[in-house]
C-alpha cells in the first residue's frame, strides 16, 4: 500500500486556521482518491473529508461542512486540508488515507486499510 506523510499540524487558538497537507514519496497519486481522517484518544479514527481522483468530487462530515476544504495539487503530489473557524472539538491526530469509501458524509477507509501514518498533531485552544 501508499505509504503516505501528514504534515501541518499545530497549536492555534479557537477561530484559528492551519493547512495540513498530504503526500507520498516515489509514487504519484493522481489515480488515488485520498481521504483526510482524525482520531483523539480512547476514540475510533473518524473520517473528515475526501476528494476523488480528479479533484472535482469531495466529501465533507457534517461538522467540518463550511469549514473545512479539501483540494489537490497534482503538480505537487500533495492533497490538501484547509481548516478555517477552528475549534477545540477538532483538536485530534489528522491522518490521510488512499482510496477511501465515500458517500455523502459518510466517510471511510477501506476495510483493513492498514498503511497509516504517524499523522500530524492539530490542537485548538485559548
Known amino acids: 500500500q501508499v505509504q503516505l506523510v501528514e504534515s501541518g499540524g499545530a497549536l492555534v487558538q479557537p477561530g484559528g486556521s492551519l493547512r495540513l497537507s498530504c503526500t507520498a514519496s516515489g509514487v504519484t497519486l493522481d489515480y488515488y482518491a485520498i481521504g483526510w481522517f482524525r482520531q483523539v484518544p480512547g476514540e475510533d479514527r473518524a473520517g473528515v473529508s475526501c476528494?476523488?481522483?480528479?479533484?472535482?468530487?469531495?466529501h465533507y462530515e457534517g461538522s467540518v461542512k463550511g469549514r473545512f476544504t479539501i483540494s489537490r495539487d497534482k503538480a505537487k503530489n500533495t492533497v490538501y486540508l484547509e481548516m478555517n473557524g477552528l475549534q477545540p472539538r477538532d483538536t485530534a491526530v489528522y491522518y490521510c488515507?488512499?482510496?477511501?469509501?465515500?458517500?455523502?458524509?459518510?466517510?471511510?477507509?477501506?476495510?483493513?486499510?492498514?498503511?497509516w501514518g504517524h499523522g500530524t498533531q492539530v490542537t485548538v485552544s485559548s
Open positions: 488515507a488512499t482510496k477511501p469509501i465515500c458517500m455523502g458524509t459518510i466517510i471511510r477507509p477501506q476495510p483493513g486499510y492498514n498503511a
Open positions: 476528494i476523488d481522483d480528479s479533484g472535482r468530487k469531495t
